[in-house]
T-cell receptor
Framework: GESVGLHLPTLSVQEGDNSIINCAYSNSASDYFIWYKQESGKGPQFIIDIRSNMDKRQGQRVTVLLNKTVKHLSLQIAATQPGDSAVYFCAGKGGTSYGKLTFGQGTILTVHP | DAGVIQSPRHEVTEMGQEVTLRCKPISGHDYLFWYRQTMMRGLELLIYFNNNVPIDDSGMPEDRFSAKMPNASFSTLKIQPSEPRDSAVYFC??????????FGPGTRLTVL
């Protein structure tokens, strides 16, 4: 039968390559952003966050870049591994939406050995 | 730390039955959030608590849904009566500050 639902963007990479996952946001008042990784059958797992007074933040193998001018966020994963295969969500919080994160639809990352 | 704990992990019930989902937040976290995830709508915030008090329940679908937090270490999400369209994965998340939320493993609910 016909599949109905969100059509998530997909990204396929080879093991060892760098991956870049993008996210656009619309609320110019957003002051906090977070990236989550969700593996099949599990809850979203915190990866890295960034506040709007920064444009770059690095973690272990991951870097988040924030471009407030064009309202764009990206997650870079270095030396991608098969274990990185998952759905990646960006989420943001507007200045007045205290406690409420708005989640993007997600991107499916598939890493081929 | 054990992280956010949810129970049951899977629930299958028949339409019209009452369903109760349970959550134990991370110790010391003052904020607790209930989300629902479906293929159609993605991840939706249903309600969140601060210091056991409901702050925003604007995401609760209808009166059939209710949530309580009787103490800092326990919350429930109840659906009565349940309907097939309630089938989804329900997540609980907690945080020390309202931004950085940590999610539990979820409860997969199937209403027949």
């Amino acid at each position: 039968g016909e599949s109905v639902g969100l059509h998530l963007p997909t990204l396929s990479v080879q093991e060892g390559d760098n991956s870049i996952i993008n996210c656009a946001y619309s609320n110019s008042a957003s002051d906090y952003f977070i990236w989550y990784k969700q593996e099949s059958g599990k809850g979203p797992q915190f990866i890295i966050d960034i506040r709007s007074n920064m444009d770059k933040r690095q973690g272990q193998r991951v870097t988040v870049l924030l471009n407030k001018t064009v309202k764009h966020l990206s997650l870079q994963i270095a030396a991608t591994q098969p274990g990185d295969s998952a759905v990646y969500f960006c989420a943001g919080k507007g200045g007045t939406s205290y406690g409420k994160l708005t989640f993007g639809q997600g991107t499916i990352l598939t890493v081929h050995p | 730390d054990a992280g956010v704990i949810q129970s049951p992990r899977h629930e299958v019930t028949e339409m019209g039955q009452e369903v109760t989902l349970r959550c134990k937040p991370i110790s010391g976290h003052d904020y607790l959030f209930w989300y629902r995830q479906t293929m159609m709508r993605g991840l939706e915030l249903l309600i969140y608590f601060n210091n056991n008090v409901p702050i925003d329940d604007s995401g609760m679908p209808e009166d059939r849904f209710s949530a309580k937090m009787p103490n800092a270490s326990f919350s429930t999400l109840k659906i009565q009566p349940s309907e097939p369209r309630d089938s989804a994965v329900y997540f609980c998340a907690s945080s020390l500050v309202p931004d950085t939320q940590y999610f539990g493993p979820g409860t997969r609910l199937t209403v027949l």
